[in-house]
């Protein structure tokens, strides 16, 4: 095996190619939740949306679910990141939201290339993403 190819196995080992880690993150400590609870369920699937759209146009605020169990998400990237990079910041915040705040329904992710947050209350009005 020669040098080149160690270096590619073990850049992918490292499994991330986004570009950094979080530069912040918060788990609203008043919104607990079950891991196996419907609002939980509901926060995985709104997270596959989240992931799957936020590039196509680098914004996205969206819901999922029924009451009580409904959840909204939003999440942004910055303006002038490629949607490759786009795509590649959400995924990574959103796998990393849920191991950070596995037990939450309000959390807020924040990278240099995007934004992510999700609430079982509706917020995207109060959001200021200026
Ligand atoms: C919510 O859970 C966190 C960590 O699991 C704990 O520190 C916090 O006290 C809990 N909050 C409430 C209101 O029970």
């Given at each position: 095996?020669?040098?080149l190819?160690?270096?590619?196995?073990?850049?992918f080992?490292?499994?991330?190619?986004?570009?950094?880690?979080?530069?912040?993150?918060s788990?609203?400590?008043?919104?607990?939740?079950?891991?196996?609870?419907?609002?939980?369920?509901?926060?995985?699937?709104?997270?596959?949306?989240?992931?799957?759209?936020?590039?196509?146009?680098?914004?996205?605020?969206?819901?999922?679910?029924?009451?009580?169990?409904?959840?909204?998400?939003?999440?942004?990237?910055?303006?002038?990141v490629?949607?490759?990079d786009?795509?590649?910041?959400?995924?990574?915040?959103?796998?990393?939201?849920?191991?950070?705040?596995?037990?939450?329904?309000?959390?807020?992710?924040?990278?240099?290339?995007?934004?992510?947050?999700?609430?079982?209350?509706?917020?995207?009005?109060?959001?200021?993403?200026?």
């Amino acid at each position: 095996m020669n040098l080149l190819n160690m270096l590619l196995i073990s850049l992918f080992l490292s499994g991330c190619s986004c570009r950094a880690d979080p530069l912040w993150n918060s788990c609203n400590g008043n919104t607990n939740i079950s891991s196996s609870s419907r609002i939980s369920a509901n926060i995985d699937r709104l997270l596959a949306e989240v992931v799957s759209k936020t590039a196509l146009t680098g914004y996205i605020a969206t819901s999922l679910g029924k009451d009580p169990d409904k959840v909204y998400g939003l999440a942004e990237c910055r303006g002038d990141v490629s949607s490759k990079d786009c795509l590649s910041c959400i995924r990574d915040a959103a796998k990393q939201i849920r191991q950070r705040c596995p037990n939450q329904a309000d959390a807020r992710i924040w990278y240099d290339y995007c934004f992510l947050r999700y609430n079982k209350d509706y917020f995207v009005r109060e959001v200021n993403t200026s």
